[in-house]
């Protein structure tokens, strides 16, 4: 029955003069649409994995960062590379300056990098805008002993904000300062 229905299509169509056809526009908006949508997002920012409990600090520095190792700082925990390395309840003692469990997972990374560069390797640290400094300190100085001395920190990006819509306080502040021998300056 197929057959003959077909059949019957095909000569009705004849008659009409009207052939099968592919209307094209749809589908030209459809791909104008996606280049223009492709054009718009693929922009040079580097976006970090955040988590929601770290809320990262404001900059107005204009340096961006390179691709590296990235250590996030919680409440609760040290994770490298989305691996927990240490807990911070357990850094609490003053007699630990550095941090066995981030240390051992720097030597790692940096025994799988191969060649130390001039200045140590880099790497980014994320942290809360309220983390103690006490604590920022002693994951600097762990990485700094396992030869990743360039260290930056993770910050929001504000665009188009001189020093003085930033305060008073933070008027006469640089983005990028040189701390314990660690480049500390502004990563998106």
């Known amino acids: 029955m197929s057959q003959i229905r077909h059949q019957q299509r095909r000569v009705a169509q004849k ?23 492709l054009m718009v997002n693929s922009s040079e920012v580097e976006v970090l994995q955040t988590s929601s409990n770290i809320k990262l600090p404001d900059s107005t520095a204009e340096k ?9 700082i919680s409440e609760e925990d ?5 691996r927990p390395v240490a807990r911070v309840e357990d850094l609490l003692d003053p007699s630990i300056s550095v941090i066995d469990g981030l240390r051992a997972e720097l030597e790692y990374q940096a025994n799988r990098k191969g060649e130390i560069p001039d200045g140590g390797f880099e ?3 994320m942290g809360d ?11 600097m100085l762990t990485c700094q002993t396992t030869d990743f001395a360039r260290i930056s920190l993770a910050v929001n990006k504000l665009e188009n904000v001189t020093p003085a819509d930033l305060g008073s306080e933070a008027a006469g502040q640089e983005t ?12 998106s």
């Open 15 to 37: 008659k009409h003069g009207k052939g099968g056809s592919l209307n094209l526009v749809s589908l030209m908006d459809i791909f104008t649409i996606l280049v223009f949508f």
């Open 78 to 82: 040290l994770i490298l590379q989305g």
């Open 129 to 139: 805008k309220e983390l103690p400094y006490w604590l920022l300190k002693k994951v």
């Open 176 to 187: 990028a300062d040189v701390v314990g021998g660690a480049r500390v300056g502004g990563a």
């Open 123 to 125: 790497i980014t640290i």
């Open 64 to 72: 961006t960062p390179k691709n590296q190792l990235v250590i996030s």
